[in-house]
């Protein structure tokens, strides 16, 4: 069977789910299984599809009719398939798991009205990926869009929610203003608005108008992939939409962006210029830095990972720009290897983000709190949890041989061989670039740590993560699907990586496929620069480490194990003598105050005697820059102007009519 | 060709239609307005006739006379009619005072003639130069609308741009075809009784046909 | 292969004889007569037979830790050049020996947590904080490495280096590893990062992370974070200055090797105990400093590569 | 056939009048004539479509006449559709009198019989008495409720229109003026002589007079600063009219100010001129509209700038000119119509429930009233030009006319507005959907029948996002082509 008449029976599943589950909102049960398992089909069959595409070559898919947009079509060629299997594989993860997770939904919120807005969420970001019109494209990326606003707004009672979510609404609409301006630029030059026509058209462009076209897409798309200084509407939505949304939001709707980046910058506009490049670069190392920075210090857990999403897309655009600066360089190997990193962490992060979401849905289900300071010593109570989530929190360190380390350990490769660009200039900026992703990486460690340590490990900090209980079965196969992708997709890298080449090659216009895997070994550049094995790495692992188990239990013989108290300084073990998330961040924030911004506050009421302090609050709070400088002077200033308009309005005839008379005349004498 | 007798009478009366106008924003009694108009619309029908003999068109004759029954008669006697019914106070209310409102006109009837020369170098009809007045009366009727505080006298300021227009409208073109025509003296007509049917709503339920009163509905 | 099991083994032999020679220099600065250089080796067999207790509030991830560590440290050495260039880098390069050792501080601090006392979670905190703020300098100065050599396996850096005349080397080399000398203090729980000699809880950092450890777990500690401390020496030795090492399997070449690679090892040595007995530890807020002077270097390393 | 057509509505209006004592028999026969109209309308429609021009002379449709017919009929049959359960809640609520009912529809049917007259007439000056036509007719519906605001309202109306109009009337005479040398003493005002002679027409008494009719029809079409009138009488009258008066009335007067402005076009001054008149006033529209939707207080009030702000659209893209321009103009005209009808049906079910038109006042519509909130909240991402809804669609073309013309900096204006716009006037909707509704409001729909067109709209409107039929689009060509853009 054709992957045609597959793309129909994906639609014809996700389509007919959608109404139904609708239809059956008011038996939750019954709808939750429709639609979750009218997704999970459809994006097994996606799965499909994205195969038979990379193994057999592109697909298209016209319209029956015809629009003044010229023809409409669904179009698959390599990136699309790249993209349809990774939001498939997240897809159906998360079908399965939301069979569980909405079950504390049931009689509270509208389970089946979610069921089928996630259908149409599923299916509207397969057809942002297989869009072969401009116009077709926005109609599909506004409508995913849309449905991910309803469902981030579905917990509608919820303190906060709505507001956020029209947050939300508001800043993709101004991202999608400016791509749309950015396709319209396009077709003045092209003629038509077809994707294909598009390839090449930016040649015959000038510098500006090219220029902008790239400043407007950096910016749309960019809102959308939530790069600083537009990343603020992540934190706001991502921990207001219900778990299982939120994972999907974050792994793999805000990758789409990256896939229309790649498309356009390498596809439509061709890179020439390389200051391009470095705008990228550095655009992506402040949204790293300052993503992992702000998830370091936060403490409400979905919120954590929103930042860190933020993090994860600069590192993600960091080997985009470097791929960037090579290509316009004309050194299209080095280009390939850094577009080739760029795709292996968008896969890496789609699995563990949404792994991580979705265990923090999870604590959420079990605990009804995301707020780590009121958590901990789940670790005992929900261990299977515990456990995948702990293997996303490794992924996402970069641990060796995980999929997270692979993926960094790519792009640092890319980033050392910057000294075969010509420029001396660029040449001394990656250096700089490379020293970022160091302490990103080494601070997104340091932030997991605490989720990690804090939610999981030692004693619980309140009555409900007392007495939290593992979650229901079909969540943790959600996760544990991802969490043995995130281990296989490390280990045998070597198998996915010459698929991103095949990817890229018709981008980049060279294939480096041949010689980037040799037998198990990565090799990321010609000759003897550097190789790697995570495979190996994986076996080397794991027998010394049954080594050094076996060692350590024959040599000093069999000794037992004590199970005591913590040393407690004399002191009772309570919650409140463990070390809080705050704190575990308090240095840094210390230390980089000057970013944070930090508000301390240190109240201590004493009645009997200075010495004897009855009670002592401390509240560190930081200031939220962007907002405060950039969003809100913007909404204040537009409000401002629109009163001083509208006092014309004064309800009396006379002024009225004296409008028109002032508007006549003026114009008669103007024109006469 | 041009019988200069008929030119000197066109003249005149396109004089005496401005002299009204001014003398309609210099008043400062109702019923001094609406006889001020009647004059002023019994003027344009002159004219209209005049026009009609010059040029021997029959149509103009009926859009002469129709223009004096209606404008010069029935108009004016059905306001008068509204105004006593609902005891209007007699005064007009500007609120522009009258001095200033006079040197506003003075500057409008400029303007006016400032905009209208061209055309007048263009139009061929024998009328062409009334063009000027015309433009003055209808902005003087704006003028009236706007810087005045009654419904009445808005009503009033409306019927005096209609004049001036219908002015126009014989200077360029000897007035314009038959059935356009009726169809306008009709709409003028319903158009003056729907207003005068609200002024009695209104005045019913704000019991004051004072229109700067009606600000209830702003932004 | 073989020979990287045998170097593997030699390295962790020696490491606890290294810690022992720079404690008896500190004590030699201090005028005192100090422990015997065996000393490290008699604790670890000690606590090797000593029975281990374990809080109640940790879970398995505390007991695994060790382990792990080990395991880390472990697979680390086999990668690194020890006396000859040949080691199994081709399976990872220096890139992956720095993820391994963050993996082994990942777990420490991970196991910090796990018991639940207030020292744990205050160590692990500061031990991310300052390795977030040295990984950078560590990986820059690697960038000169590579840029010099035109390599990032370790084995081929040494022998790039080893078989080029030192006229050849640029001064980068040096302003790198000052920065990576830096580096190391502060990653080995040195002075004036961190005092591995204290035991007053509220200024430890690496002794608060293993605190609640005991028994083979603590052993297992010490032993990996001694080995880890021998690594970083070993790698300044045959990445920065690597002559003397045998480029190639000869006996003579060998103990040419070994006899190079130990007393390079035994300076390095020296000059910490000079720095920790001259010197104090710093207060944590000041650290800061410290590490950017180090990260200015090697990012002043690489542009003096580019530049001169 | 025409003809037939003109005198179906007011033979509706008489039964209506006669029958005005009993209430079934009028909303029967009403619903009986709105449909029979509709059937007329788009057989009419489609003949022009399909076969081409109708000329009879006095009466003339082509197809830009036929397309706002088509709205006329379509909009007509569904306001009385609702107005129906909607008048009758009223009856029943005691807002009106059923002899009230009776004028209610007589009214609603002069109304239409005028907007029809406006479209179907060949001759320029039967155009403006249609026009005028219009105020008289509809003053009376937007005063319908005999309180103080309606009165104030209609007065407004009344007077600012009837003033507006008078200038169209003295442009109107100058266009003639125009032709008189050309035509001679025997010129009639038809469009179609006059456009025979386009070239020929004297450029200075053309121009004056465009600028008149802009002046006059604009006041009609709402364009700022003439729209004064507009936010008043679209708030007061009841909501079926509302839906006449914005999703009809104002393209009516846009179709008149559209003949001159391709006559403008053909004749020798060239489009340049009124194009430019027109892209000022859109702008200016589209601006002023925008700051009194993020001010606003009141919901009804809120739909009618909008409808301002899409007037201004739609003559921007008429003053961008090129195909994409005036093409997306033209499906703007449709697309704003039906979904501006959605959500004055909407605002009405909402007023009838909550009894204030105040959005504070409004809250937790998701809850009371689930089928309405849905509906509103699709009409107002509808209106907002979000896809997958039509006027996203037509608002892209006009967006590409202007680009592709080169208008680069007033497209980044209109742009910049539309995306304002958009948060401001979610904003407002968002809040009256959500949140805890006020206590005592019982769950529950008012006027279940009302959303029957609702529906039939919301379906309109997401087929048009996505599919444009062959037969329109290709009428919509011609009619670019007659504005002279090339196709």
Known sequence: MDSNNLFYILLALALFGAPLAAALNNRPKISAAVAFGASAMASLVGLIIGADVLLNGPMRLDFPFSSPFGTFAFAVDGLSALFIIIISLVTFAVSIYSLGYVRHYYGKYPVGLMGSLFNIFYVSMIMVVSSSNAILFLIMWETMSLSSYFLVIFESREKGTVASGLFYLIMTHIGTAAITIGFILMYSESGSFEFSSFHGAALGMSDLLRSSVFALWLVGFGTKAGIIPFHTWLPMAHPAAPSNISSLMSAVMVKTAIYMLIRCYFGFLGVQDAWWGVIVLAVACVSALLGVMYALIESDIKRMLAFSTVENIGIILMALGVAMIFQSYGLKELAALALIAALMHVLSHALFKSLLFMGAGSVLYAAHTRNMEKLGGLAKRMPYTSLMFFIGVLSIAAIPPLTGFVSEWLIFQSMLQSFNIPDAIVKILIPVALGTLAITGALAAAAFLKAYGITFLARPRSEEAERAEEVPRTMLVGMGILSALCILAGVLSFMILPVMDDVTSPLVGVSIGEHLISGFLIVPTVGEFSQMSPLLIGVLLTSVFVGVLAITHLYGGRRKVVRADTWDCGTPLTSRTEYSGRGFSNPINRMFSWVYHPLRVFRSTSHISPYVKSDMRYTSTIEPVFERYFYEPMEVGVRWLARKVSVIQTGSIQTYLGYIFVVLILLLVVLR | MLNSLSLDAINTLAAIILLTDFMLVASSRMRSLTRIFAIQSLALGALAAVVAFETGAEHIYIVAVLSIVLKAVIIPRFINYATTKIQVKREVEPLVKIPGSLLICAAITLLAYFVTEPLMQQGTAITSNCLAISFASVLIGMFLMVSRRKAITEVIGLLVVENGVFLAAISTTYSMPMIVELGVFFDVLVGVIIMGLFAFRINRTFDSIDASILRGLKD | MLLAMIQTLFLLALAPLFTGLIRKFKAFFQGRQGPSVLQPYRDLTKLFHKDSVISKDASWLFTATPYICMTAVITAALMIPFFTTSSINFIGDIIVVVYLFGMMRFFMALAGLDAGSAFGGMGSSREMTISAMVEPTILLSIFTMALISGTTRLGEISFNLATTGLDLVPPALFLALAAFFISTLAENARVPVDNPATHLELTMIHEAMILEHSGKQLALMEWSSMTKLLLYLVIMANTFLPWGIATEVTPMALVIGILAVILKITLFSLAIAIIESSMAKMRLFRLPNLLTVSFSLSLLAVMSFYIL | ?487
Request: aromatic share 10%; net charge negative; hydrophobic share 55%.
């Open chain 4, 1 to 487: 056939m025409i003809i037939t057509l003109l005198l179906l509505p007011v033979a509706v209006a008489l039964v209506c009048l006669l029958l005005n004592r009993y209430t079934k028999l009028v909303e029967t026969a009403s619903v009986l004539g709105a449909g029979l109209l509709l059937l007329l309308g788009s057989v009419l429609v489609l003949h022009v479509f399909e076969e081409g021009i109708i000329d009879e002379g006095m009466w003339y449709l082509d197809q830009l006449g036929a397309f706002m017919l088509l709205i006329i009929v379509l909009i007509g049959f569904l306001a009385i559709l609702y107005s129906v359960p909607y008048m009758r809640h009223e009856h029943e609520s005691g807002e009106v009198s059923s002899n009230m009912l009776g004028l209610y529809y007589t009214f609603l049917f002069l109304f239409i019989f005028t907007m029809v007259l406006v479209v179907v007439s060949n001759n320029l000056g039967i155009v403006w008495i249609a026009v005028e036509g219009t105020t008289l007719v509809s003053a009376f519906l937007v005063g319908f409720y005999n309180k103080g605001t309606s009165l104030e309202a209609a007065w407004k109306y009344l007077i600012i229109c009837s003033i507006g109009i008078s200038l169209a009337l003295l442009g109107t005479i100058f266009v003639y003026a125009s032709s008189i040398d050309v035509l001679g003493e025997n010129s009639d005002l038809h469009w179609t002589s006059l456009m025979a002679v386009a070239g020929q027409l004297d450029p200075a008494f053309l121009k004056i007079g465009f600028v008149l009719v802009l002046i006059g029809y604009g006041t009609k079409v709402g364009l700022a600063p003439m729209h004064t009138w507009l936010p008043d009488a679209h708030s007061q009258a009841p909501s079926p009219v509302s839906a006449l008066l914005s999703g009809v009335l104002l393209n009516c007067a846009m179709y008149a100010v559209l003949r001159y402005h391709i006559l403008m076009t053909h004749s020798s001054i060239g489009g340049a001129f009124s194009s430019g008149l027109l892209l000022l006033f859109g702008l200016l529209s589209l601006g002023i509209a925008a700051a009194f939707i993020i001010t606003q207080k009141d919901y009804k009030r809120l739909l009618a700038y909008s409808s301002i702000e899409h007037m201004g659209i739609i003559a921007i893209g008429f003053g961008f000119g090129g195909f994409w321009g005036i093409f997306g103009a033209l499906l703007h005209m449709f697309n704003h119509s039906m979904t501006k009808a959605l959500l004055f049906f909407g605002a009405g079910n909402v007023l009838q429930k909550y009894k204030t038109k105040s959005i504070d006042g409004v809250r937790g519509l998701s809850r009371t009233m689930p089928v309405t909130s849905i509906l509103l909240l699709m009409g107002a991402l509808a209106i907002t030009g979000s896809p997958p809804f039509s006027v996203f669609t037509s608002e892209i073309m006009v967006l590409t006319g202007g680009i592709d013309q080169g208008n680069i900096l007033p497209a980044l204006l209109y742009a910049g507005m539309i995306v304002i716009i958009f948060a401001a006037f979610m904003g407002h909707v968002v809040r009256m959907i959500f949140g805890d509704p006020p206590e005592g409001m019982e769950k529950g729909e008012v006027n279940k029948a009302g959303l029957i067109p609702m529906i039939a709209l919301v379906v309109i409107i997401l087929v048009m996002g996505i599919f444009i039929p062959d037969g329109l689009s290709d009428a919509l060509r011609d009619i670019v082509a007659l504005f002279g853009g090339q196709v």
